[in-house]
C-alpha cells in the first residue's frame, strides 16, 4: 500500500507546483489544475466571483469556442468538470492514461486562456442565477449554508460559496479578468494527474504550459492563510412547505494536536472521532436516535476541514416534535465520548477510515484530489502506507482529546424546515451545551 517511489513533486521557478502520481495498476488518468483561491477570498461585494469565473472558463478560450472545448474532451471520452470551495478551485478532466497530456493541454488552455466572452457572461449569469434560486429554495442546501454562518459569522469564510443573487446578476467581464490576475497565479497553483501515464513526459509537458504562468506580487506570494475566527452561533430558517426540520451541529478542533503533534495525525484523529460518533449503523449516534429513540431516519458526523480549519458536523432530518430529543440525546451521547472511548467502536472507527483511504487510493482523481489538498495544507503528499499507520497507531486518549477540545465551546447551529426560528435554534443550542456539560 505504499504510495509508488516516482511520485513526484516539482515546483517551477516561477512558483507553480507539478504533482504527478503514477498508478500503474489502472488504465485512466486524472489530470487537473487547482487554485488556492475561493469564497475565502472574496469581500461582500465581490462574493461568487470564484464560482462564475470557475463557470466561465470553459465558455471560451483565445484559441478555441465552448462548442470546441467540449467536442475535443468527449471525443476522448473524457469526463469533463470543475469545483469552486471556501479555499480553493479546480478543473480537471478524467479518460484514458495515454491522453494524459492531451488532457493537460486542453485544462490549461482552460485556466491560462479563457477569453470570458460578454455574450456567454451574460447568458451563464442567467444559468447561475437560476442554480443559485434552486440552492436557495432548498432546505437541506439552506441549512448547510446557515452552518457556515453560524461557525465564522461574518468572516468571508461564512458567505455563501455560490454568491448573492444580486452579486450575480452584477459581475462583469472587467470584474472577472480582475480576479484572474489577482489570484489566477503560478504561486497559488498546483497542476496534477493520476493514474497510468508517462510521468517523465507529462512532467515536461506541464512545465512547458505553466512556466510563463505570472506570480503573485512580492507583498503578497506564500502567505499561509489565517484561520478564520470561530462565532459559534445559532441560526435558522423557515421553510412552510417542508414537514421536516434539518439540523446541522457542528464544534470547531484546533488545526494541531496537544504537545505539537502533527497536524496529519490530529485530522486523522478528528476523523477517528467522527465516524466513531456518527459513521455507519452501529455508531453510538445513529444506533440510539435511529434504532433504539427512533428520532430520525438521517443522522451522521463527518469532519469538515480545509488548509485552515476543522470541523466536527453532525448532521440529522427529523421531524419538529422530536427535534429536542434529538438534540438532548446527541448531547448525551457527545458527552459519554469525551468521557471514555469504547475499545469496539474505536477498532471500527479506525477500520472504516483506513477502508475509506485505501479505497479512495484506487481511484485515480480521488487520490489526486486528496494529494492536492495535503500539498495546499501541509506542503506535501503523505503516502498511503504511512497514512494506514497513523491511523492504526492513534490510541483511545487521543480520540477522546478531539471531544474534549471540540466541546469546550459553544456549538455551532443551523436548523431549517417546518417552525424552524432564531428563538427555537438558540433554545436548541442552550439545550444541546446543557446536556454535553450535564454533571461537570
Known amino acids: 500500500m505504499e504510495a509508488p517511489a516516482s511520485l513526484q513533486l516539482r515546483t517551477l521557478p516561477n512558483g507553480v507546483r507539478l504533482l504527478a502520481l503514477p498508478m500503474p495498476h489502472v488504465q485512466s488518468a486524472s489530470v487537473g489544475v487547482f487554485l488556492r483561491v475561493g469564497s475565502r477570498d472574496e469581500t461582500p461585494a465581490s462574493n461568487g466571483i470564484s464560482h462564475v469565473l470557475e463557470h466561465m472558463a470553459f465558455k471560451g478560450t483565445t484559441t478555441r469556442s465552448v462548442q470546441t472545448i467540449n467536442l475535443d474532451a468527449e471525443r476522448l471520452g473524457a469526463d469533463v468538470n470543475a469545483y469552486t470551495g471556501k479555499d480553493s478551485t479546480g478543473y480537471f478532466m478524467t479518460g484514458l492514461g495515454q491522453h494524459a497530456r492531451q488532457l493537460l493541454r486542453m485544462t490549461a488552455d482552460i485556466v491560462l486562456n479563457s477569453t470570458f466572452p460578454e455574450t456567454e457572461l451574460q447568458r451563464e449569469l442567467e444559468v447561475i442565477r437560476q442554480e443559485a434560486i434552486e440552492y436557495d429554495e432548498d432546505p437541506e442546501d439552506s441549512a448547510n449554508e446557515l452552518l457556515d454562518r453560524a461557525i465564522w459569522g461574518s468572516d468571508p469564510m461564512g458567505m455563501p460559496v455560490i454568491g448573492t443573487i444580486r452579486n450575480i446578476e452584477g459581475f462583469s467581464r472587467d470584474d472577472l479578468v480582475a480576479h484572474v490576475r489577482q489570484h489566477y497565479v503560478a504561486d497559488k497553483t498546483i497542476v496534477a494527474a493520476a493514474g497510468n501515464f508517462d510521468v517523465d513526459a507529462w512532467m515536461e509537458l506541464a512545465g512547458e504550459l505553466f512556466t510563463g504562468m505570472p506570480a503573485s506580487a512580492a507583498t503578497s506570494r506564500a502567505q499561509p492563510p489565517v484561520p478564520a475566527g470561530y462565532a459559534g452561533q445559532a441560526v435558522a430558517r423557515r421553510f412552510t412547505q417542508v414537514s421536516q426540520v434539518f439540523l446541522n451541529i457542528a464544534y470547531p478542533l484546533p488545526l494541531a494536536g496537544a504537545d505539537d503533534a502533527p497536524p496529519q495525525r490530529w485530522r486523522l484523529a478528528g476523523s477517528i472521532a467522527a465516524n466513531l460518533f456518527?459513521?455507519?449503523?452501529?455508531?453510538?449516534?445513529?444506533?440510539?436516535?435511529?434504532?433504539?429513540?427512533?428520532?430520525?431516519?438521517?443522522?451522521?458526523?463527518?469532519?469538515?476541514?480545509?488548509?485552515?480549519?476543522?470541523?466536527?458536523?453532525?448532521?440529522?432530518?427529523?421531524t419538529p416534535d422530536k427535534v429536542d430529543a434529538l438534540v438532548k440525546a446527541t448531547g448525551e451521547l457527545l458527552r459519554a465520548q469525551a468521557a471514555a472511548i469504547d475499545p469496539i467502536h474505536l477498532e471500527r472507527a479506525k477500520n472504516q477510515l483506513t477502508v475509506s483511504r485505501v479505497r479512495s487510493a484506487e481511484r485515480p482523481f480521488a487520490t489526486m484530489e486528496r494529494a492536492v489538498e495535503e500539498v495546499f495544507a501541509h506542503g506535501a503528499v503523505t503516502p498511503l502506507s504511512e497514512t494506514v499507520a497513523l491511523i492504526d497507531s492513534i490510541g483511545a486518549q487521543e480520540v477522546r482529546e478531539v471531544f474534549v477540545r471540540m466541546l469546550s465551546h459553544p456549538p455551532a447551529l443551523s436548523i431549517t424546515g417546518k417552525g424552524a426560528s432564531g428563538k427555537s435554534a438558540r433554545q436548541l443550542a442552550a439545550a444541546l451545551s446543557a446536556s454535553v456539560h450535564q454533571g461537570h
Open 278 to 318: 456518527g459513521g455507519g449503523m452501529s455508531s453510538p449516534l445513529v444506533d440510539t436516535v435511529r434504532e433504539r429513540l427512533g428520532l430520525a431516519y438521517t443522522a451522521d458526523a463527518t469532519i469538515d476541514s480545509g488548509d485552515a480549519w476543522l470541523n466536527f458536523v453532525v448532521h440529522a432530518v427529523t
